[in-house]
């Protein structure tokens, strides 16, 4: 038997439909991938987190990370940018160029634990720790735009200053309509695993709707997650590698009890094919090709033969290259009707909790 997982209202036209969210990941989640995960049924997709300084300087990176505008044409979908700053007067500015490039909502980033953000800039989960400068950045965005602003945080600092559920309440009186809260502290990074029961802490602190994130890598753990948060959705980060239809599962699992098959082979490789491709539109062949590697690695986890595919594709340097080791590789299996083995199960299982060595590894990890 599957939850309700209502809609949610952020603003009188903008609905999150289903609340089952893809996390932002810095060099991962790029328009090309948003609009696949859309498309393949996600409630909402949120930008890379993108420094609010960068965005008014309106660096050619940023501008391309924060590109929305026809990001989800055709499915009706509301369009979310990440931004991520310490000065309130920078974050308003940034809010507003962003929702003139088309983002009908704005996400503050007060979760990133990454040293370069949080340590370097004061921004990100450093923010958790300045109370009163985080509402001053959260009241002048909400003024700034006249678009739904939400807020993604952790549980706090460390766990001796655990004021996720303050904070939240401070989000609120200045007028955020979300929260998002990633259930590990900032010293935690991504080692241990998320505490799904500290977010319903959050939950009982705030009216605004709140959604639980971290460790979501399987349908159950996301039914867990909600059970256990009492969340009104969740967002799914690593989960989606190579995976870009995994949150439609979700979504079908806690709403209807129903487990919805993988794709077939030959879908799995129709569907690389069509993200390869819109990745070297996007960004050019030569960057192209090689920020596509991680994504086809990761389609290809557990398939007979995955860990010789993935490093002939990193040598690979062209398109034509690279769609002919595809070929070769995917080809062969459908034909003969193999089966993905218990790798990436084996996988899926592990990631809870798996994210230090993720972070060791220097894979890109939703903040």
């Not at 700053?85 to 160029?97: E, F, H, K, S, T």
């Not at 990454?114 to 002048?140: P, T, W, Y």
């Not at 709403?255 to 129709?270: C, H, I, K, M, N």
Request: glycine share 10%; hydrophobic share 45%; aromatic share 4%.
């Amino acid at each position: 038997m599957g939850t309700a997982l209502p809609p949610i209202r952020l603003a009188g036209d903008v609905v999150i439909e289903t609340p089952v969210v893809l996390a932002p990941m810095s060099g991962v989640t790029d328009l090309p991938f948003r609009r696949l995960a859309r498309e393949l049924g996600t409630g909402l997709v949120v930008s890379e987190m993108i420094a609010s300084t960068a965005m008014i300087r309106e660096n050619r990176q940023s501008l391309k990370m924060a590109e929305v505008a026809k990001e989800m044409e055709g499915f009706g979908a509301p369009s979310s940018v990440q931004l991520a700053g310490c000065d309130p007067a920078v974050m308003a500015d940034a809010a507003r160029l962003v929702v003139d490039r088309g983002a009908a909502v704005v996400d503050i980033n007060f979760g990133c634990p990454v040293k370069k953000v949080a340590v370097g800039q004061s921004a990100g989960s450093a923010l958790m720790r300045d109370e009163q400068r985080a509402a001053a950045i959260l009241e002048a965005t909400v003024r700034a735009v006249p678009v739904p602003v939400t807020l993604k945080m952790r549980m706090g600092w460390d766990h001796q200053s655990l004021n996720a559920p303050r904070l939240a309440r401070i989000a609120q009186e200045c007028g955020i309509r979300l929260v998002t809260i990633h259930g590990r502290t900032r010293q935690q990074l991504y080692t241990g695993t998320a505490d799904w029961d500290f977010i319903a802490r959050v939950k009982d602190a705030v009216a605004i709707p709140v959604i639980a994130n971290g460790d979501i890598v399987t349908v159950e753990g996301a039914a867990e997650a909600l059970r256990r948060s009492g969340a009104d959705g969740v967002m799914v980060g690593r989960g989606c590698y190579g995976r870009p239809w995994f949150p439609a599962q979700v979504a079908a699992f806690l709403r209807e009890g129903v487990r919805l098959p993988d794709p077939s082979l030959a879908v799995e490789r129709d569907i690389l094919l069509r993200h390869f491709d819109a990745i070297l539109v996007h960004h050019g062949e030569h960057v192209g090709v090689r920020m596509a590697r991680k994504h086809v690695a990761w389609y290809s986890r557990g398939l007979p033969g995955s860990a010789e595919f993935r490093a002939r594709v990193n040598a690979l340097e062209t398109r034509p290259a690279v769609l002919d080791a595809i070929a070769r590789f995917y080809v062969p299996l459908i034909e003969s009707g193999a089966e993905r083995g218990a790798e990436r199960g084996a996988e899926r299982g592990a990631e809870r909790g798996a994210g230090g060595q993720a972070a060791r590894d220097g894979l890109p990890m939703a903040a």
